[in-house]
Nanobody
Framework: QVQLVESGGGLVQAGGSLRLSCAAS????????MGWFRQASRKEREFVAH???????YYADSVKGRFTISRDNAKNTVYLQMNSLKPEDTAVYYC??????????????????WGQGTQVTVSS
């Protein structure tokens, strides 16, 4: 049984930082592409960042230069370091795992497993 458990969300002022974690179990983590998505209130879920098993990363334009995705295969954990946060970053952030090695990184339909989400609120 695959489980993805996010943590690290919270309330932060604009310009601040947060680090999200996603602990994975029940899958061969080190060889799985992983992604972060977010969903703001009354909006569709959108792509944030992706990391391949090789460590190659991809980012949405809206977070490029501010967010960093990384992974620790020894801990079966993927991270999202978020700096220079803006009120528009407010959303529920979801971790996702993909079984296919090659697919569009920013398409949520390509992901097979999802965490329950963690709330990030950025105040102005």
């Amino acid at each position: 049984q695959v489980q993805l458990v996010e943590s690290g969300g919270g309330l932060v002022q604009a310009g601040g930082s947060l680090r999200l974690s996603c602990a994975a179990s029940g899958l061969a983590f080190s060889s799985r592409p992983m992604g972060w998505f977010r969903q703001a209130s009354r909006k569709e879920r959108e792509f944030v960042a992706h990391i391949r098993w090789t460590g190659t990363t991809y980012y949405a334009d809206s977070v490029k230069g501010r967010f960093t995705i990384s992974r620790d295969n020894a801990k079966n954990t993927v991270y999202l370091q978020m700096n220079s946060l803006k009120p528009e970053d407010t959303a529920v952030y979801y971790c996702a795992a993909r079984l296919r090695m090659s697919a569009e990184a920013d398409n949520l339909k390509n992901y097979d497993y999802w965490g329950q989400g963690t709330q990030v609120t950025v105040s102005s």
